[in-house]
């Protein structure tokens, strides 16, 4: 694995970290100024629009838990992709649980000599309690 594969890596436990903690600004810190997140049933969106839906969940005291296994990485000079088997649980005060998983295709982009995520496609879906 070469340098740029280890980064980028370390980049998503990073992520996956401080998503578990509630630290929006290092998630935050993680991606690009001009970031665009799809997902289902929503028009794509940015760094703005995700700060707030962060704050909105943080504000509501959800805890997140997730698991992400890396099925394939790609570097191609200054940018890279990842696509990634992802699970993620909020839980909600009172005991509500939330599951979705599925697989995301993340695009990086080397900016001044750092690995940011600049493109998001999740494609998680609603898990229930079964599966």
Known sequence: MNAD????RELIDKWMSATKAGDI???LSL?????VFIVAGAPPFGKKEFK???????SKSLEFEGRCEILELKVFGGHAYVINKLSVTMNEPGGNRT?????TLTIFRKDNGKWLLAR??????AQSEAS
């Open 99 to 103: 599951t979705r998983a599925g697989h």
């Open 31 to 35: 991606m690009t100024d001009d970031v």
């Open 5 to 8: 594969e280890s980064e980028i």
């Open 52 to 58: 707030e839906n962060s704050e909105q969940h943080a």
């Open 25 to 27: 600004e290092m998630v």
């Open 120 to 125: 998001d496609a999740n494609l998680l879906i």
